[in-house]
């Protein structure tokens, strides 16, 4: 800590722990927040920033670990407040109004506005931050750097003294670089008037800009805690994958190809822009970037749930234009999105019909009818080959844990076979155990001879599955890794677009 | 792995489960709390009729047989409601469907020589041909309603709603807001029967049965209700399952408005025309559906519960209506059956996510 910064810390927490089923997601963290001071909390996704920031504001509950104010008096309680990623304001709403809304609950609400003076107040309350803009028109106009300063500005609103914290959660997420400046600015004057900064982001360019002092988490555990001037890029790189240059593992080689299934060429649509793929039977290729790069675009549009435009699609040697979920798999795609609950899987429907959705001809018999004795063999079949547990296919797939509606999913597109696989976060939300299991059908699939895309946001678990990773930036594909390049540190410094600072 | 010791707190329908517990399950207040409802309401009015009515007439099989002629069509009425529904649109339109369906079917019928004047569909057409048209005019709305819903993408509670109040418009226009009587020879169809012991099978209970009987074979044992199911659950889901959301929805509006012309032929062969005549027979049928989905399949709406529902709402109509209660009594008991049979369906959804989420946390803190 730099000794400026006297005094008892405004934040301090000891020893949090956070447990979901199968997953700890913090374990022991300790952390204090001192008055003028910008801490950064950084790490990848699954590292347990989310779930700090959730049980700061209430939405989670901690299983062990204190929080505590120590710099709180009754005359001067510390306060704390979160900028959440979606801000949190109205759109429709002009600044003032949004401004107001909060304030203005209960029998307040009911009073009159008097336009003029919340004018004065909104801009009074903008102005601390720079240049005043327009509060009269809807925020939804506004550009998105004056959005994050109306968010402050409100949670600022009624501060009855500097001293309390603030928490910035991925705030720069929907900020151009010069925005991004605008941002800082307000941040760091913030602070200089005696406010408390958490600032939880995954850009590590932007973490090394502002912070004061860098905590870094993965898998749950505080595995750095360092002032700024002792820090630089690489070793936080290597506090954030883990791994040290040099004792990497590497991607995959030598397992055997066979013939090309799928050809993209200038594949174009929402988030991504002129992509090629060549993807072979056995082959697993994965798909990296970070959140905003394409990468979680990528895999709906080859499957057609989303419109897109490719100069050449051709899957199993055949032209295929026009594209659609049925069609797809009609050609022998399958697809696994993020979104188990919304769209990987119809909850309120048991494993058995999730499993058969999307192919149930084979199922059918001469009356048209689907034969019970049948599908119930078939999906028991199934669920036992993919360990489902517990084995019953007719729970409701809601009522599954994690790991096990993820197997149900699985088994859902690899029953028959498919030509293609396309992953999204495959193992998002799942415990260990289960992890392994998927990634053994993974590789199992493409020992079938299948070819399998997978998009994930863990540079870990890429290197694990794939033979080679396309690494988006901007919708683009910026490096290609294979072979020795195939490693974490590699994936993320492209992800981040360092990959040359990382060669050196 | 201490977690296995979870699992035997999941009671679901698993093969594990033993016959005994199956039959508790299947008995179970829960699973037809419909039967047990009627069961109250006989007693109660077998009781209560000949105390005060100082008649039998409630116990009467006369009573019981009139009632399930009577029904089929709200029943009917229901299942065109219920199909499109499973799919996961609304049609609130089925009403408006029939009046306009009943008014047509009369009015193609009427002599031309002596309505052309203030009636342009007067075009005395045999009964037969006009039950066609009728029915195929029914299919043709469902069709028009499906695309307002499927290809300008408008809520279907929004796009239904409009449609049925352009319908009774219509139906206004076709008969210059006229009453009707049946056109002689017409009544005949719907008094056409099948004598069954005491009992006499109507033709719209025949219909009935038939059609309940098909819908219930494609919802619940071929590969396009699943995929219904599937749309009615999540259609974005199924929609990346490689189910074609929007077809079936426009499917299932067209049936529906196929039944709703189907009902609106045997409805005028029997009543004559009546502008306003279907627009009752909305709220009994989405009660019906509603609380049939409380019935027998856990939550989903079924052919049967819907039937049984329907019949024990009306049993107790019948009863209020013997004892000599007003009439508008009939109106208060669908609007309280519609809002507690959601409220009901709702209730069985969350004490069935309550009971999912507190096994999944058991599973995690024994952990």
Request: net charge neutral; aromatic share 6%; glycine share 12%.
């Amino acid at each position: 800590m730099s000794p400026s910064l006297g005094g008892a810390p405004l934040l301090t927490i000891t020893g949090m722990v956070k447990e979901f089923p199968g997953l700890r997601a913090l374990d022991d963290v300790s952390l204090d927040v001192h008055s003028g001071e910008i801490v950064a909390v950084v790490g990848h996704n699954g590292s347990g920033k989310s779930t700090l920031v959730k049980i700061l504001a209430g939405v989670y509950t901690k299983d062990a670990g204190e929080v505590e104010f120590p710099a709180s008096t009754a005359d001067e309680p510390t306060e704390l407040h979160i900028i959440h990623q979606d801000l949190g304001l109205s759109m429709q709403l002009t600044a003032i109004e949004n401004l107001g809304i909060q304030k203005r609950q209960g029998v307040a609400g009911w009073a009159p506005f008097n336009k003029k003076q919340e004018i004065a107040h909104a801009r009074e309350l903008i102005s601390r931050f720079g240049e005043p803009f327009d509060v009269t028109v809807p925020v939804g106009r506004l550009a998105p750097a004056q959005r994050s300063i109306i968010a402050i500005a409100r949670a600022l609103d009624g501060w009855k003294h500097p001293r309390n914290i603030l928490i910035l959660d991925e705030p720069t997420e929907a900020l151009h670089a010069s925005e991004v400046r605008v941002l800082f600015d307000a941040v760091k004057k913030l602070a200089a008037q005696g406010a408390g900064i958490i600032f939880i982001s995954h850009r590590l360019d932007e973490v090394l800009d502002l912070s004061d002092r860098v905590v870094v988490l993965r898998d749950g555990r505080k595995v750095a805690d360092e002032s700024r001037e002792r820090i630089d890029h690489d070793r936080l790189v290597a506090h954030v994958t883990g791994v040290a240059a040099g004792e990497a593992e590497t991607g995959r080689v030598g397992r055997p190809h066979g013939d090309v299934v799928l050809e993209v060429e200038n594949l174009s649509g929402a988030g991504i822009e002129d992509v090629d793929l060549t993807l072979h039977a056995g082959e697993v290729v994965g798909i990296a970037g970070v959140l905003g790069s394409g990468r979680e675009a990528l895999p709906a549009l080859m499957f057609g749930s989303v419109p897109s435009h490719a100069d050449r699609f051709e899957l199993g040697g055949e032209p295929y234009e026009d594209r659609s979920p049925a069609e797809s798999i009609r050609r022998g795609m399958g697809f696994v999105p993020g979104d188990r609950a919304k769209f990987g899987s119809i909850r309120l429907m048991t494993a058995r019909e999730n499993v058969t959705l999307p192919e149930l001809k084979s199922l059918t018999n001469g009356a048209g009818a689907v034969s019970t004795k049948r599908e119930r063999a078939h999906v028991m079949e199934l669920i036992a080959k993919y360990d489902v547990k517990p084995p019953r296919p007719e729970q409701v797939f809601a009522q599954f844990s994690g790991g096990n509606q993820q197997k149900v999913v699985f088994a859902k597109w690899l029953r028959n076979n498919p030509r293609v696989l396309l992953l999204e976060e495959p193992t998002q939300g799942v415990d260990i155990g289960a992890k392994q299991a998927l990634y053994g059908a993974i590789d199992a699939a493409a020992a079938a001879g299948a070819g399998v895309v997978v998009c994930s946001s863990e540079a870990k678990e890429l290197v694990r599955l794939c033979d080679r990773v396309l690494v988006l930036r901007n919708g683009r594909v910026a490096a290609e890794l294979s072979g020795e390049d195939l490693t974490e540190t590699r994936v993320v410094l492209e992800g981040y677009g360092l990959g040359n600072e990382g060669e050196q | 792995m201490k977690k296995t010791e979870g699992i035997p707190t999941v009671t679901d329908s698993g093969k594990a489960v033993s016959s005994g517990s199956e039959w508790r399950r299947l008995l179970s207040f829960q699973n037809i709390s419909a039967i047990y409802i009627f069961v109250v309401i006989f007693v109660i009015f077998s009781i209560l009729v000949p105390a005060l009515t100082g008649t039998q007439s409630f116990l009467a099989p006369g009573t019981w047989a009139n009632l399930l002629d009577t029904q089929s069509l709200t029943v009917l009425a229901a299942i065109a409601v219920l199909i499109p529904l499973t799919a996961g649109v609304f049609n609130l339109a089925v009403g408006a469907e029939i009046s306009f369906a009943m008014m047509l079917c009369i009015v193609l019928q009427l002599p031309s020589a002596q309505y052309q004047k203030d009636l342009g569909l007067a075009l005395g057409l045999p009964w037969p041909v006009a039950a066609i048209i009728t029915v195929l005019a029914g299919g043709l709305i469902g069709l028009a309603s499906g695309l307002v819903v499927t290809r300008l993408k408008i809520d279907s509670f929004i796009a239904t709603l409009g449609m049925s109040s352009i319908l009774i418009a219509l139906a206004y226009l076709i008969s210059a807001n006229r009453p009707f009587s049946v056109p002689a020879g017409f009544g005949s169809l719907s008094a056409a029967n099948i004598p069954l012991g005491p009992f006499r099978l109507t033709l719209p209970v025949i219909v009935l049965i038939v059609i309940a009987v098909v819908g219930w074979y494609v919802l619940e044992r071929t590969p396009i209700g699943r995929r219904m199911y599937a749309a009615g659950f999540n259609p974005d889901g199924a929609r990346l399952s490689g189910v074609n959301v929007s077809r079936l929805q426009l499917g299932a509006l067209v049936v529906g408005g196929l039944i709703a012309g189907v009902i609106g032929v045997l409805a005028s062969s029997k009543f004559g025309g009546s502008p306003g005549y279907g627009n009752g027979m909305l709220l009994p049928a989405l009660a019906a559906v509603f609380l049939g989905s409380t019935q027998f399949k856990g939550g989903r709406f079924n052919i049967w519960g819907t039937v049984l529902a329907l019949y024990v709402l009306a049993v107790g109509i019948q009863g209020f209506l013997l004892v000599r209660v007003p009439d508008w009594i009939t109106d208060f008991f669908y609007g309280v059956a519609l809002i507690g049979a959601v409220a009901m369906s709702r209730w069985e959804r969350t004490s069935k996510r309550l009971g999912a989420v507190k096994r999944a946390t058991t599973l995690g803190s024994k952990k």
